[in-house]
């Protein structure tokens, strides 16, 4: 059984052997066959660099040339790669070259908005679809690319600073992290760092702090860690705008975290429900967030005995930052009196608040008790107190 085992593995491992082989021949043998393509056709200019102030929006022409170094017939398709890509446009999208021509001359146009400082980069590509080569009797399709290379270089100012901001909240703690480039010619004597933290509803910062005065010399980064109490903070979303204030310039860079987690409460609900009627079935819920949140819905499921007699839903609820409201749905009760379990579901925000609680369908007239009592009760307390303060008044007066 070995011999056998082994014998096999000998022949499985020849045949990849043999089938690396092969695959080695026929990509060398690919390269070979294309070569006299590779070299049969060229761009110029290989390249190009084009620089332009920051604040200038222009419009420019360019001619560049193929070059038929075999004297070939071919069909090419000439497009644009690259950030540059969107901007660049071409008096033609296919360029036929014939035997007779040495060079084929095609133009193209680049209208570019207002850049960003530093380098914008794309290419000018012309392809050429080659025709099927036989290798070792199995059909190869090839293509043939040639690429010049386009640059837009916007040059940075002699002061200018690059900033990235990094923030995150964790106990009542906000971490920031700032790294500052100077990106410019010179460099920078004064830089100045200040944060400042301003809620959704306040125009005024919440916080404010000021770092220490540093020097940054050309190419250098210079890091910033600071923590910020945030800890007397209502829940909700808040930004903190880093103005970066470099020898007279200023810079501002902002960024937007959050305190805790956006929760809608459920204070109360409907407890007590009709037998045999349409009753409403209402809900008490407050937001503890500082923006508005939209689409909130809830849902009830009312059980007994593990049996789900009935689901309800309310319509959607937009609730404005802080907002208690009450919201309503309906309950067709066709069930016995006593009691039922609910399940209260509000959904919002890909989350969920959930409550459980017991509910009581009753006749009418206890209905209509439970429903009066509070008031009843009320009444009376302040009947009570109003009668003291007139007796409390005739035992003055008697004096």
């Not at 970066?244 to 805790?260: H, P, Q, R, S």
């Not at 967030?289 to 937009?318: A, C, F, M, P």
């Amino acid at each position: 059984m070995e011999k056998f085992v082994n014998k096999s593995e000998k022949k499985g491992k020849a045949a990849r052997r043999g089938l690396v082989m092969a695959m080695v021949v026929m990509i060398a043998m690919l390269f070979f066959a294309l070569l006299p393509f590779c070299l049969s056709l060229g761009i110029s200019p290989a390249s190009k660099t084009i620089v332009m102030d920051k604040d200038q929006a222009s419009e420019q022409q360019f001619v560049y040339y193929i070059i038929n170094n075999e004297h070939k017939n071919a069909r090419l398709k000439v497009y644009a790669t690259g950030e540059l890509a969107e901007w660049i446009r071409f008096d033609r999208d296919t360029i036929d070259i014939s035997e007779n021509e040495e060079i084929k001359e095609f133009k193209w146009r680049m209208k570019l908005p207002k850049l960003e400082y530093g380098k914008h980069e794309g290419k000018i590509v012309v392809e050429e679809m080659l025709q099927q080569i036989a290798v070792n009797g199995t059909n190869v399709y090839a293509k043939l690319k040639l690429v010049s290379k386009i640059s837009v270089v916007v040059p940075y100012p002699e002061k200018y600073v690059d900033v990235s901001l990094d923030v995150y909240e964790k106990n009542g703690k906000l971490n920031v992290a700032a790294n500052i480039t100077n990106l410019g010619m010179e460099e920078i004597n004064s830089l100045k760092l200040t944060y400042n933290i301003f809620s959704p509803t306040d125009e005024k910062p919440l916080k404010s702090i000021a770092t220490e005065k540093k020097s940054l010399d050309v190419s250098h980064t210079i890091q910033f860690l600071n923590t910020i109490d945030v800890s007397d903070f209502k829940p909700g979303e808040y930004s903190i705008v880093a103005s970066v204030d470099y020898d007279g310039y200023i810079l501002e860079v902002g960024k937007d975290f959050a305190v805790g987690n956006a929760i809608i409460e459920i204070y109360d609900y409907t407890k007590y429900f009709v037998e045999g009627k349409i009753n409403k079935f209402e809900i008490e819920a407050k937001s503890n967030w500082n923006k508005k949140i939209k689409n909130v819905y809830s849902k009830v499921l009312i059980h007994k005995d593990g049996k789900i007699l009935d689901e309800l839903r309310t319509s959607l609820y937009d609730f404005m930052p802080y907002e208690k409201q009450v919201m309503s749905t309906y309950w067709n009760v066709d069930v016995p009196k006593g009691s039922y379990s609910a399940n209260i579901s509000l959904i919002y925000m890909n989350k969920s608040t959930e409550k459980q609680g017991q509910i009581y369908v009753v006749g009418k007239e206890k209905f209509l008790l439970v429903k009066w009592l509070p008031a009843i009760v009320a009444f009376f307390v302040l009947l009570l107190v109003f009668v003291l303060i007139l007796l409390k008044k005739s035992k003055r007066k008697t004096r």
